[in-house]
């Protein structure tokens, strides 16, 4: 005996949804596996925040010196305005002479740098969201005139009459803000987090060539003594 139609249907779709709850969760391992595999080894140091939880252990939230960057950069000719929600593509250089993983931002873009910097990665992030930043420029060198009379040429401007500019921050994701660790080592990663004595937390990142990155670890390095 055949079963109703409309018992054949739920079942098959019930077979689609449990395929597919099968299929992504695989992908995401295979995607995942590639990027680590392919990608581009690199160490960033981080300053940790470890929230806890009761279920899967402990993690701990990540936070770079390049989470949150000043827009336009300092130095750059760039225009363009970015919001919450954009996709965005920062090229970040290594120091090479740094003691610690030091990098710097050189660009930030809507879509992948056909150039690279030397001694540099792209990091492929979201905008998370945006503050606006109101700040007086530098003024340039000269005695400032006397009311009501032209500024010389070159002469500073008075704090009123200097035009504020205006810069956005931008606090961006880059999908490796967290990492798990086995219950119970969180606690002493905060301790290493406020002591800032002597200890530092690195975290070591895969990046692959599209610009996405992910996290294969986290250690602990000392921090080299002043004047070495």
């Known amino acids: 005996m055949k079963a109703p139609a409309i018992l054949r249907s739920r079942a098959l779709r019930l077979g689609l949804i449990g395929l597919v709850l099968t299929l992504v969760p695989a992908w995401l391992v295979v995607d995942h596996r590639a990027i680590a595999a392919r990608g581009t080894p690199v160490d960033f140091v981080v300053e940790p925040v470890d929230p806890r939880n009761l279920f899967r252990g402990d993690y701990v939230i990540l936070s770079y010196p390049f989470s949150r960057i000043d827009w336009p950069l300092e130095g750059t000719d ?5 919001k919450a929600g954009d996709e965005v593509f920062v090229s970040l250089v290594r120091d090479q002479a740094a003691p610690l993983p030091t990098w710097t931002v050189r660009n930030v873009s809507a879509s992948y740098p056909q150039m690279v910097p030397a001694e540099g990665i792209v990091l492929g992030g979201t905008i998370r969201n945006t503050v606006l930043l109101t700040r007086p420029p530098t003024s340039p060198p000269g005695a400032v005139p006397s009311p009501g009379a032209a500024p010389p040429p070159g002469a500073a401007l008075p704090p009123e009459a200097v035009p504020r500019q205006e810069r956005t921050q931008l606090a961006i994701d880059y999908g490796i803000e967290s990492f798990f660790v086995p219950e119970g080592e969180g606690l002493a990663l905060e301790k290493i987090r406020d002591s800032r004595d002597g200890e530092r937390l690195v975290a070591h990142v ?7 990155s992910l996290i294969t670890g986290v250690s602990v390095v000392q921090t080299p003594l002043a004047g070495n």
Do not use: E, F, Y
């Open 78 to 82: 760039q225009t363009g305005s970015l």
């Open 206 to 212: 895969a990046v692959d060539a599209r610009g996405r």
